[in-house]
C-alpha cells in the first residue's frame, strides 16, 4: 500500500471505505438497544485502535512507532476525531436524527473550504457544480425531509464536526506524511481515543446515564467486531490512504453516497424496503464524483496500486 495511490485507486478506496463505513448505522442500531452510547463509542474505538495498532507493529516495525511524531499525531487525532465525533452526538442529541444527516452532506462544502483555506486552492466551474450536485445528491440520499428540520445550537454542533472531519483528513494526510497510512491512520485514532475515555470518565462522574455496558451475547459481539475491525479500523484506513491520493475535496464527494449503503444493507440483510429517492440521490453524487475529477480520470494509465 503506496502513501500515494493513483486516482482509480483512490477512488475505489473511497468507496470501499464508505461502503464499509455504512454497517456502523444498522449494527448501532442494534447494540444501542442495550448499550449506553458513551460505552459504545469507548468500546468500539478500543478495538479499532487495538487492531490497527498490531497491524502497524507488524508491518512497519517498533522503530517505526517510536519515531512516530506522537504529539502531533495525538492532537491531530483527539481534535477531529475525536471532539469531532462527540460534538456530532451531541448535536445529534440536542436537535432531530435529520440534523446530522444534513450536515453530512456538507462534507463536501467543508472539504473545499478547508482546501481553499490551507491550500489556496482556486475553486473551477466544474468543481462548484460537483460540489452543488453532490450537496443535492447527500440530501436525497440521506432520505432527509426539509420539513422535519430544526437549527439551533445542536445543528451548529453538528456542522463544526463536520468541518473538523475535513480538518483532520487534510492534516492526517499532509502532516503525517512521514507515516505510513497504517500509521497515520493508527496514530490519529489513538488521539481520538484519548478524548474519548476522557468524556467517558466525565459522564460517569457528571452521572449521565450512557456509559452502562449492553448485552455481550454472540450477536452483539459479532456487531461489536464488525463495527470496529471493519466500519472504523479499516475503512479509515482506506479512506486515510484514498483522501491521501484525491485530497479531502474529491474524496469528501464519496461521503454523501454513505446513506444509500446504509439503506441498500438494510434492504438486503433486513428486509427493509428500497427507496427510490435515495437511489437517486447515490447517482446523483456519482455524477458528481464523475464531474469533480473529470480531467483527471484521463490520467488513469498512470494509475499505482
Not at 450512557?210 to 463495527?227: A, D, K, N, R, S
Not at 484514498?242 to 461521503?255: D, E
Not at 438494510?266 to 435515495?278: A, K, L, P, R, T
Request: glycine residues 10%.
Amino acid at each position: 500500500m503506496t502513501n500515494s495511490p493513483g486516482i482509480i485507486t483512490a477512488n475505489l478506496a473511497c468507496f470501499v471505505a464508505m461502503f464499509m463505513w455504512a454497517f456502523a448505522f444498522p449494527a448501532s442500531e442494534v447494540l444501542l438497544q442495550t448499550w449506553g452510547v458513551m460505552a459504545l463509542i469507548l468500546v468500539r474505538t478500543i478495538l479499532a485502535v487495538s487492531t490497527l495498532t498490531v497491524i502497524w507493529l507488524w508491518v512497519d516495525g517498533f522503530s517505526k512507532l517510536r519515531l512516530a511524531p506522537w504529539f502531533h499525531g495525538l492532537k491531530i487525532g483527539g481534535i477531529g476525531f475525536g471532539i469531532g465525533a462527540i460534538l456530532l452526538l451531541v448535536g445529534q442529541k440536542m436537535s432531530d436524527p435529520v440534523t446530522p444527516a444534513i450536515a453530512a452532506a456538507m462534507m463536501p462544502i467543508a472539504g473545499a473550504a478547508v482546501e481553499v483555506v490551507l491550500d489556496k486552492r482556486m475553486l473551477k466551474l466544474h468543481l462548484i457544480v460537483a460540489i452543488v450536485l453532490a450537496f443535492i445528491g447527500g440530501i436525497f440520499a440521506g432520505g432527509v425531509n426539509l420539513n422535519d428540520v430544526t437549527f439551533g445550537i445542536g445543528a451548529l454542533f453538528c456542522l463544526i464536526a463536520i468541518v473538523l472531519f475535513a480538518w483532520v483528513t487534510h492534516a492526517t494526510t499532509n502532516d503525517l506524511k512521514l507515516l505510513s497510512p497504517i500509521g497515520q491512520t493508527a496514530i490519529t485514532l489513538i488521539g481520538c481515543l484519548t478524548v474519548v475515555l476522557v468524556a467517558y470518565i466525565v459522564s460517569v462522574i457528571i452521572g449521565v446515564k450512557e456509559y452502562h455496558i449492553g448485552l455481550t451475547g454472540v450477536t452483539e459481539i459479532t456487531l461489536l467486531i464488525v463495527m470496529a475491525v471493519a466500519s472504523i479500523a479499516l475503512a479509515q484506513l482506506l479512506w486515510i490512504w484514498g483522501a491521501g491520493g484525491l485530497g479531502i475535496l474529491l474524496a469528501s464527494l464519496h461521503m454523501n453516497i454513505a446513506p444509500f449503503y446504509v439503506m441498500a444493507i438494510v434492504v438486503i440483510f433486513m428486509g427493509d424496503q428500497w427507496n427510490w429517492s435515495q437511489a437517486l440521490g447515490a447517482a446523483l453524487v456519482g455524477i458528481a464524483v464523475l464531474i469533480a475529477q473529470s480531467k483527471q480520470f484521463n490520467k488513469f494509465s498512470t494509475d499505482k496500486v
